[in-house]
């Protein structure tokens, strides 16, 4: 079965630090996603990554992928606290059509 | 354009009861999933819609749940009866093709409905 493992779990940081959150996945893919969910509202769409060392930057985000480590990450650089929200990763495996498997998200919270 | 969108954004029932959730996805939208998070854990796949049929139905938990999706156009996710355990929240999401222009499938998702059954 696969599996989607993020870390941290919760992160509370201040504003102005930069931190990185990890996805790791158990089975071979091509297309990660990340999201972004605001309480109650949907998630949100942040970054489709779809190649071996990928990398994409928007504002204070940057996602990259490695397909050999199995490993997504997202970079915050001098967070903000706009960024407050809860952050998933998502995996489409090879096998599996086009349903999403996601992770248990991160709950951040930057401080003033 | 109008995103999708979710009804009741928030349900409270009692265990045995009935409820039925329901999502219109973005016109035009062929496919249609439905996941569901619960109690804070990852948010899992229940099934997908093509149209009006249902191409991969393999994450519904038992055959309490169902889910239709009359002519194609709005889903609906019916819980019947309701346990403890499917307290939760609901999330339908729409993409308009397998692999657009660049390439892969951007799903769309609503806000989701909080179940609590009590």
């Known amino acids: 079965e696969l599996k989607v493992e993020q870390n941290p779990l919760f992160l509370s940081m201040q504003e102005g630090k930069n931190y990185t959150i990890y996805c790791n996945y158990s089975?071979?893919?091509?297309?990660l996603y990340w999201y972004r969910q605001d309480p109650g509202k949907s998630l949100e769409s942040l970054f489709v990554?779809?190649?071996?060392?990928a990398v994409k930057q928007e504002g204070r985000l940057m996602a990259s992928l490695d397909t050999k480590a199995r490993l997504s990450t997202l970079h915050i650089t001098a967070a903000v606290h706009d960024l407050s929200a809860t952050y998933f990763c998502?995996?489409?495996?090879?096998?599996?059509?086009?349903?999403?498997?996601f992770g248990e998200g991160t709950q951040l919270t930057v401080n003033p | 354009e109008a995103g999708v969108t979710q009804f009741p954004s928030h349900s409270v029932i009692e265990k045995g009861q009935t409820v039925t959730l329901r999502c219109d996805p973005i016109?035009?939208?062929?496919?249609l999933y439905w996941y569901r998070r619960v109690m804070g854990k990852e948010i899992k796949f229940l099934l997908h819609?093509?149209?009006?049929?249902?191409?991969?139905e393999s994450g519904m938990p038992n055959n309490r749940f169902l889910a239709e999706r009359t002519g194609g156009t709005y889903s609906t996710l019916k819980v019947q009866p309701a346990e403890l355990e499917d307290s939760g929240v609901y999330f339908c999401?729409?993409?308009?093709?397998?692999?657009?222009?660049?390439?892969?499938?951007?799903?769309?998702f609503g806000p989701g409905t909080r179940l609590t059954v009590l």
């Open positions: 999401a729409s993409s308009q093709e397998f692999f657009g222009p660049e390439g892969y499938n951007e799903q769309f």
């Open positions: 089975t071979t893919s091509d297309r």
């Open positions: 990554l779809l190649s071996n060392g």
């Open positions: 998502a995996v489409i495996p090879e096998t599996s059509g086009s349903r999403l498997t």
């Open positions: 016109s035009g939208h062929d496919n």
């Open positions: 819609f093509v149209k009006e049929s249902k191409q991969d």
